[in-house]
């Protein structure tokens, strides 16, 4: 049978930030992408070659986390300075600031209806703040060393944190209280995100490895060592078949959750790559890191022919390990990024058993919108084949979510979509104004109540002297 899927291509290289780029991440409609760095900056580059990229200059240490309001309409940016700040992404770099935490804010994240964010800091809290208001609303306290990375479930309930207590904890939004703890024994979690269906979390991790845990069962049921260096950053695929992954070994690996194996490795960045993510529709992904660069490819993924049940394979600790590449394809200028394709061999009669049940259901995936290369990109048509060991258990099913279509059947008229879809936008913008407005009140108030002050003590002066 042959295969359904093309090799990622290389659309566009961004190259502005002094510094190591931290964060990486794609607004709502493909037409920009936010990144942050150890320059201080958050800048907000645009797809379109003619329009130029803007630089927000606001923070006073590293930006260490960016990420787009679902709607596309605000940034937010974490950092070092312990503020997180609520861009505009716009020319003008309006901001908001949240006086967040009492050291580095390491990371930030929106929940899925736009209205709070997630924090997470080097004070050892979670903190969640409604967005609009700039209000703190509570903390999550039980980790006892820096927390790395905090991220809201797909339907906001649970929010899930990893720590240097070489702990990754599970969060009930509502009631406050941690349901479960996983244990990394070797490392720590520097990243960790919820797969589509909210029924598993993968973490990236300091001892090079990548492992998928179901939250309901609580067990572990991928794991894999295909990195030569720390692991710094992961991404699922809004489909959730694939998982993208970024190493200190300076390479972006794509993993194949349904196969359990490794689908592609690519090279590119000069040095540890730091940052990576998927767009919403999973048709794009970027990359950055200490080089200072950010890489946008193209996916090629064709998920159209995932079948009808789709279903996640358990795989042991050792089970999938980094092939040796090949071949190599180099692109017409000095990035010199090449894709090296891997094919497993067969599964080994040896694997751990565990027991594992979910309910199988899928959707055949679709992308929408189209978007044309840039002139620099370069198609790879060389896959080289290596031999990895696989150790294989039962497959399980596990619910995969479908690429959102601009039509569907019974769903909402594009017109009408894009209407409602700029109406929320034009929402947001206003919230954001009052926001700024409100702020700029309380400054005045402030000063008003000083001169007040002032006029009070200079009155009682003149009045000593008079009596005097």
């Given amino acids: 049978m042959t295969s359904a899927l093309s090799d990622p291509t290389l659309e566009r290289h961004f190259k502005g930030h002094r510094d190591t780029v931290t964060s990486v991440d ?27 990229a803007y630089r927000f200059d606001g923070h006073k240490d590293a930006v260490t986390s960016v ?69 703190f609303l509570f903390s999550l306290n039980q980790h006892i060393n820096w927390v790395r990375c905090a991220k809201f479930s797909p339907d ?36 960790v995100d919820f797969h589509p269906s909210g029924t598993c979390i993968a973490a990236a991790s300091t001892d090079n490895s990548v492992k998928v845990w179901d939250i309901r069962s609580h067990k572990m049921l991928q794991h894999y060592q295909v ?32 196969e359990g194996k490794l689908l592609y490795t690519l090279h590119g960045h000069q040095g540890p790559v730091t940052c990576v993510a998927f ?50 394809a180099h692109l017409p200028f000095n990035l010199n990024p090449s894709v090296h394709r891997s094919q497993t061999s067969d599964p080994s009669e040896h694997f751990n058993r565990q027991d594992f049940q979910t309910a199988a259901h899928t959707q055949s995936s679709s992308r929408s919108g189209s978007h044309s290369r840039a002139t620099h990109s370069h198609t790879y048509r060389n896959p080289s084949t290596s031999s990895s ?19 569907s059947d019974g769903g909402v008229p594009p017109g009408l979509a894009s209407t409602l879809e700029h109406i929320i936008g034009q929402l947001d ?21 000083e001169c007040l002050e002032n006029q009070m003590e200079i009155g009682l002066h003149l009045q000593r002297r008079e009596e005097a």
């Fill in 389 to 407: 060991t696989t150790h294989q258990t039962q497959t399980q099913g596990l619910p995969q979510h479908s690429s959102q279509s601009q039509t």
């Fill in 156 to 191: 906001d309930r649970l929010i899930v944190s990893s720590s240097d207590d070489k702990t990754i904890k599970l969060w009930d939004k509502n009631s406050r209280d941690c349901i479960h703890s996983f244990y990394e024994h070797a490392g720590y979690a520097n990243h």
């Fill in 227 to 258: 990195h030569s260096g720390v692991v710094n950053s992961l991404s699922f695929h809004t489909a959730g078949n694939f998982l993208i992954t970024a190493s200190s070994d300076s390479t972006v690996k794509i993993l194949d959750l349904v």
């Fill in 67 to 135: 990420q787009f309001s679902p709607s596309g309409h605000l940034v937010a940016s974490a950092s070092r300075d312990k503020t997180v700040r609520l861009w505009v992404p716009s020319m003008k770099a309006e901001s908001t600031v949240f006086r967040a935490h009492t050291a580095t804010v390491r990371s930030v994240n929106f929940s899925g209806d736009g209205q709070t964010l997630v924090t997470a800091s080097d004070d050892k809290t979670i903190k969640v703040w409604m967005v609009h208001r700039q209000k």
């Fill in 429 to 449: 913008i206003l919230t954001q104004t009052v926001s700024i407005l409100e702020q700029r009140l309380t400054l005045t108030e402030d000063k008003l109540k």
């Fill in 26 to 52: 794609f607004s709502c409609n493909m037409k920009q992408i936010a990144t942050g760095s150890m320059d201080s900056c958050v800048m907000i580059w645009n797809m379109k070659p003619q329009m130029r």
């Fill in 279 to 328: 767009s919403r529709t999973g048709e794009y992904f970027a990359s950055g890191g200490s080089d200072e660069q950010v890489m946008v490819w193209k996916s090629n993924f064709d998920c159209s022919e995932c079948g009808d049940t789709v279903r996640l394979q358990h795989k042991t600790a050792s089970s999938i390990q980094a092939p040796p590449a090949s071949s190599t």
